[in-house]
């Protein structure tokens, strides 16, 4: 049976992240993958785009790790060679809210976004011709990542720290020890020990939580799903820059989403599901198509075709207030060493290498 110091479960963007911070700290890790590659969900399903941190709660780990996770990835990327660009975020207001922007710079502004600013309906023209609206707010700090080089080069200087990686290894049931965990892993089956176990499944994480061995239930969140899917443009992007309708309660709304090859597509919608099915409903076109048309007045017909989707990992349902990410540590659970993680939506991209940090922060050794 191996001893293993700290086993991170889910090698998704953020238990990369943690493994490399943990890795370069001295700490001998080994991510456990239920996968037979990195980064098979909600990391590799998402818009890829850097928040600049404006609709956060003031205060609230959300904001403080997207601000402070935007500089770390921007630092990083230019470090790394990874793909990104910061080209900036236009919220266009359509007719009759052009009044609105100003009260989402201020929101911005109590969040520590001091770079945005309002612009006209004609300065947005000249900007970015092809979008209609009565104003704009612009954002220069959002931009846009490669998230799958940025999982790689993640593992990359993980696995050069030291730290290991099993595909194929899904954890089954986590036994509670005197100091540390035994731990039942599928696929090879095997059963190690470790000292420190965080949970960073994501989607995963509440089965994980319920295989810990005398683990409160009571302490595990409901598990809310809320699928985003997106649409592809057959075509090179119309915008510059990050195009988003005004925010909406739960979404940011249907926004273009830029990549690195200066394509498009658009998304993501809000759905309500019941279990994770990554397929692209067809007829979600027609909605697709008028909320574009919102700003895109041009999108020609039948441009659109299903692209991909994700599913956002919530522990807020229909009707709740939204909720803020949940780190739970020692002090939430009483187990020594036991890190879980839950609802780590957006901007869990964004904020990946603060969350990291935070992480570390909270395992002695
Ligand atoms: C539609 C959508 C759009 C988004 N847009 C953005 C955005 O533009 N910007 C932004 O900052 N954030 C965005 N996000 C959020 C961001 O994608 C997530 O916060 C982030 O990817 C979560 O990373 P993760 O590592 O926690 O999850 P994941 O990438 O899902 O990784 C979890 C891993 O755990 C593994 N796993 C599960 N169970 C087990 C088990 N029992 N044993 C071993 N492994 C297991 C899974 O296979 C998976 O690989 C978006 C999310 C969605 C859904």
Redesign the pocket.
């Known amino acids: 049976m191996a001893d293993i110091q700290t086993v991170v479960?889910?090698?998704?963007?953020?238990?990369?992240?943690i493994a490399r911070h943990l890795a370069r700290r001295g700490h001998e890790v080994l991510v456990?993958?239920?996968?037979g590659a990195?980064?098979?969900?909600?990391?590799?399903?998402?818009?890829?785009?850097?928040?600049a941190g404006i609709y956060y709660a003031p205060g609230s780990a959300q904001q403080r790790l997207?601000l402070r996770?935007k500089a770390m990835l921007y630092d990083y990327c230019a470090s790394r060679h990874v793909g990104h660009a910061r080209c900036g975020k236009l919220t266009v207001a359509p007719e009759g809210r052009a009044d609105e922007l100003s009260a989402l710079v201020m929101r911005g502004q109590a969040n520590g976004v001091d770079d945005l600013y309002v612009i006209s309906a004609a300065e947005l023209r000249e900007l970015e011709p092809a979008v209609a609206g009565a104003g704009a707010m612009v954002s220069p700090s959002s931009g846009?990542?490669d998230?799958p080089g940025l999982?790689l080069s993640l593992l990359g200087e993980a696995e050069g720290a030291g730290a290991a990686l099993a595909l194929n290894?899904?954890?089954?049931r986590v036994r509670p020890l005197a100091d540390g965990f035994e731990i039942d892993?599928?696929g090879e089956d095997f059963t190690l020990r470790c000292r420190n176990l965080v949970n960073?499944?994501?989607?995963?994480?509440w089965?994980?939580a319920r295989?810990i061995t005398g683990f409160d239930p009571a302490l595990v969140p409901t598990r809310n799903l809320?699928?985003?899917?997106?649409f592809s443009y057959a075509g090179k992007s119309p915008f510059s820059t990050l195009i988003y309708p005004m925010p909406q309660v739960g979404s940011l709304g249907l926004h273009s989403?830029l990549d690195l090859g200066g394509g498009v597509k658009f998304?993501?919608n809000m759905e309500w599901v019941d279990q994770v099915d990554y397929t692209v409903d067809p007829a979600l076109r027609p909605d697709f198509e008028a909320a574009i048309r919102a700003y895109w007045p041009d999108l020609p017909d039948s441009a659109l075709q299903p692209e991909s989707?994700?599913?956002?990992?919530r522990i807020w349902g229909p009707g709740d207030a939204k909720q803020e990410f949940v780190f739970q540590g020692e002090e939430a659970h009483g187990i020594k060493g036991l890190v879980q993680?839950f609802g780590?939506?957006?901007?869990?991209?964004?904020?990946?290498l603060a969350i990291g940090e935070h992480v570390g922060g909270m395992l002695a050794n």
Do not use: W
């Open positions: 479960v889910g090698a998704g963007v953020i238990g990369l992240a456990l993958e239920a996968e990195i980064g098979q969900h909600t990391s590799s399903r998402n818009s890829q785009v850097i928040h997207c996770g846009i990542v998230a999982m290894a899904p954890l089954l892993v599928g960073a499944a994501a989607l995963g994480a089965d994980v295989s809320a699928k985003g899917s997106y989403v998304g993501p989707a994700g599913v956002r990992p993680l780590f939506e957006s901007p869990g991209l964004t904020a990946c």
